[in-house]
């Protein structure tokens, strides 16, 4: 399998639920990012992971989480979200001093009700 | 910190039919210009970018863009459109020697129709 994968393509949950997003590059990229996408807004980045470190957390609540375990997987934990979380959620991946290219995976549709 | 404007958030146009696509930029540094397309149901695909050289960048899809400094414009543009075009575009920005984290602008939806 090759590019960015992301599971589940879709995701139901009560307010009170908590449930992971999973994101996994076979690209060798060594950078990793979550983005939203809502309707009428444009996409905002989220988190940025360097060799597995946080490098950027752009003043998103703590009801997300996101965690890097290697270079290949993001997570994206949520908890406690509210209706107003729903959205696409997009992972990305780029080789940082390889060129500042993102691949994008095919989002994961959240609906948080 | 930088900006995107796509002013505009439709462009209807006919199949066959010749589209420009706009995007303006704001950055007090230099930035690399991306094109991206989103279909349906589907993640973010990279049309085309300008990282340095020639201003005239050709993508996929015959698609094009030419990054003007002066007027810190990079319009996407196709001398012919055709039904599976229609999509949304974004226009993103990154600054120079960083991570590749980009700014979007809203998007613009082009509907291709016979």
């Known amino acids: 399998e090759t590019g960015v994968t992301q599971t589940p393509r879709h995701l139901v949950m009560g307010m009170t639920n908590k449930k992971s997003l999973k994101c996994e590059q076979h690209?060798?990229?060594?950078?990793m990012y979550w983005y939203k996408q809502s309707a009428k807004k444009p996409l905002e980045l989220m988190f940025v992971?360097?060799?597995?470190?946080?490098?950027e957390n752009n003043s998103v609540p703590s009801r997300f989480s996101p965690e890097c375990p290697n270079s290949s997987h993001l997570f994206l934990h949520l908890h406690t979200l509210q209706p107003e979380d729903s959205a696409l959620y997009l992972c990305?991946?780029?080789?940082?001093?390889?060129?500042?290219?993102?691949?994008f995976g095919s989002g994961t549709r959240l609906t948080v009700v | 910190a930088q900006s995107v404007t796509q002013l505009d958030s439709q462009v209807p146009v006919f199949e066959e039919a010749p589209v420009e696509l706009r995007c303006n930029y704001s950055?007090?540094?230099?930035?690399?210009l991306f094109w991206y397309v989103q279909y349906p149901n589907q993640g973010l695909q990279l049309l085309l970018k300008y990282l340095s050289g020639s201003t005239l960048v050709k993508g996929i899809n015959g698609f094009e863009a030419e990054f003007n400094k002066s007027q810190t414009s990079f319009h996407l543009r196709k001398p012919s459109v055709h039904i599976s075009d229609t999509a949304e575009y974004f226009c993103a920005v990154s600054e120079t020697g960083t991570a590749s984290k980009l700014t979007f602008g809203t998007g613009t939806r082009l509907q291709v129709t016979l």
């Open positions: 990305a991946s780029s080789q940082d001093g390889g060129g500042p290219v993102s691949t």
């Open positions: 690209l060798g990229h060594n950078a």
């Open positions: 992971y360097s060799l597995e470190e946080r490098v």
């Open positions: 950055s007090s540094v230099s930035v690399y």
